[in-house]
């Protein structure tokens, strides 16, 4: 059996948080987007798949692709290593520019796993990437937050761990994610110890590793050992990481660096060309998706040369710009295609998805935040994502994390998990008893079909205000963004941490006190 695809069970005993959200708790989930505990698992998707392309679209981009990587090749800048790795596979090496033979990536990608398990350190808490699965992830990298007090500032490592702790407390969350925002108050070089600590100790769920130096990637790895041991993360799977393409064609060596350090530590890399169509890619939807998919076959092949069978995702980030400003835009018609026609490339190449999440280009979490996150978000889920980063809390482009919009997503993810679900077509489904009770010019309610099935059977937000119009003034006429904000502060103010074992807790903070004591502060 591929060590990949090993279920949660095989994972280490003896770290468990709470509960899996089973019984109660997690009925009540499915149908309000829960609360803090009530945990859904990863999406089991009984929808079918939204394609753009035809045989003979996906064909003629391939066909390109190989040619873009024939004849004008892609740039492996500062890494002799990668150079010669390439040379030896027998990949054409002028300079720092790679050309590749025809088929030689996808040849390569033939022992990259199609599905694998991200083992969490609570083993329910354990993910599925690949096949039917799909998993929702926070924010991912601002710089800024828009806090609870409705201002604009740079992030704190105390803003990072509130939306761990938020992302642990949402019931349509299965991942913890990566930097969930960026902690500017820590030292550039040692800020990576204290996010990487803040995942495995405030939340119990699957997280990211740190891809900012080769260095950071290796200190990720080594903190996973001291929770799972040495042996199963060598063996498995516990860390998906991102690793982005310098579009357009080109992979920088702080990338590269992560990229060799988890894969052959056998941990999962999400190579992923981020393109502002028009600037880094041609305006097409169909240019874009010939250099994604050459960049990804160009770096997910990579993988496969520093250790075969190490998971790897093909991921994407593309958004259009304003042929006006240059401005990013989001939720518009062309990134939703590139979108729909990567997953279809993705699925042939029999690698894993990464894409969307809820994107917008607004400033504050107000109309136009909502209408471009639902764009970019119901075509996140129909094009069959496996991996969805940048599910909760995206604003201004990607710039901010906002704690409001984090709330607002997480009730739009829990909606998604109910529609993914499909159409319930057993005999409970069909309600044929209660159509034969009611009969003709009668109504439901009462009816014992009805009683049974009224707590599940339609999703309850949690943010939405679907009272009257007194009612609603009655209780002071807030705003979706007001009661986002009184739910997130009642989130925190409630939070419990998981429970961990005083032995690894330890273990981790004197490793991180050992790396910090080596070198000085640095902020650039």
């Not at 799977?237 to 056998?266: C, E, Q, W």
């Not at 993988?303 to 998971?311: I, K």
């Not at 009661?483 to 690894?504: M, T």
């Amino acid at each position: 059996m591929n060590e990949n695809l090993a279920t949660e069970q095989d994972a280490p005993t003896g770290r468990r948080g709470r509960g899996s959200g089973s019984g109660a708790a997690a009925r009540r989930a499915a149908r309000t987007g829960g609360g803090p505990g009530a945990q859904l698992t990863y999406i089991k998707r009984e929808i079918p798949l939204y394609e753009v392309l035809s045989e003979e679209g996906l064909a003629l981009i391939e066909k390109n692709a190989d040619t873009v990587l024939e004849e004008v090749g892609i740039i492996f800048r500062d890494d002799p290593e990668a150079l010669e790795i390439w040379k030896n596979a027998g990949a054409d090496v002028k300079g720092d520019r790679v050309h590749f033979p025809k088929g030689l990536p996808r040849s390569l990608l033939k022992t990259a796993p199609s599905q694998y398990i991200q083992h969490a350190r609570n083993p329910e808490r354990s993910v599925q990437i690949g096949g039917n699965a799909t998993v929702f992830a926070p924010v991912y990298g601002p710089p800024f937050v828009r806090d609870l007090d409705g201002k604009r500032r740079y992030a704190t490592i105390e803003d990072f761990r509130n939306f761990v702790k938020l992302a642990y407390m949402a019931p349509s969350i299965h991942h913890s994610g990566g930097t969930v925002c960026e902690p500017v108050d820590v030292p550039v070089n040692k800020r990576h110890l204290d996010m990487i600590y803040s995942h495995i100790r405030y939340s119990d769920k699957p997280f990211m590793g740190s891809v900012t130096a080769p260095e950071r990637a290796e200190d990720t790895v080594a903190m996973a050992k001291i929770v799972f041991g040495d042996d199963f993360v060598e063996n498995n799977t516990v860390t998906t990481s991102l690793i982005n393409a310098n579009s357009p064609m080109v992979f920088d060596d702080t990338m590269l660096g992560a990229l060799k350090v988890y894969a052959r530590h056998n941990q999962a890399c999400i190579v992923t060309p981020f393109i502002l169509a028009g600037a880094m890619s041609p305006v097409t939807v169909a240019g874009t998706l010939t250099q994604v998919l050459a960049e990804v076959l160009a770096g997910a092949s990579l993988t496969q040369l520093v250790r075969p069978g190490a998971p790897v995702l093909f991921g994407t980030f593309a958004s259009s710009i304003s042929m006006q400003s240059g401005a990013p835009t989001f939720g518009t018609p062309e990134p939703s295609l590139v979108s729909y026609g990567a997953a279809q490339l993705a699925r042939r190449l029999n690698l894993p998805f990464r894409t969307g999440g809820s994107l917008c280009a607004s400033k504050i979490p107000d109309a136009q935040a909502a209408y471009e996150s639902a764009n970019t978000l119901n075509s996140t889920i129909l094009a069959g994502t496996n991996f969805v980063l940048h599910s909760a809390g995206w604003l201004e482009g990607g710039l901010a994390s906002c704690y409001e919009k984090f709330m607002m997503d997480i009730d739009q993810l829990g909606m998604q998990q109910k529609f993914a679900q499909g159409v319930d077509l057993s005999e409970n489904g069909q309600a044929m008893d209660a159509i034969r009770q009611v009969g003709p010019g009668s109504h439901f309610l009462g009816c014992d079909h009805t009683q049974a099935n009224f707590q599940t059977a339609f999703y309850r937000s949690s943010i939405a205000d679907n009272n009257s119009f007194e009612q609603w003034q009655a209780e002071g006429e807030k705003t979706a963004p007001q009661r986002a904000n009184e739910l997130a502060r009642r989130w925190l103010e409630s939070y419990e941490a998981p429970a961990i074992d005083p032995g690894v807790d330890e273990a981790l903070l004197a490793f991180i006190r050992q790396k910090k004591e080596s070198m000085p502060d640095a902020f650039t």
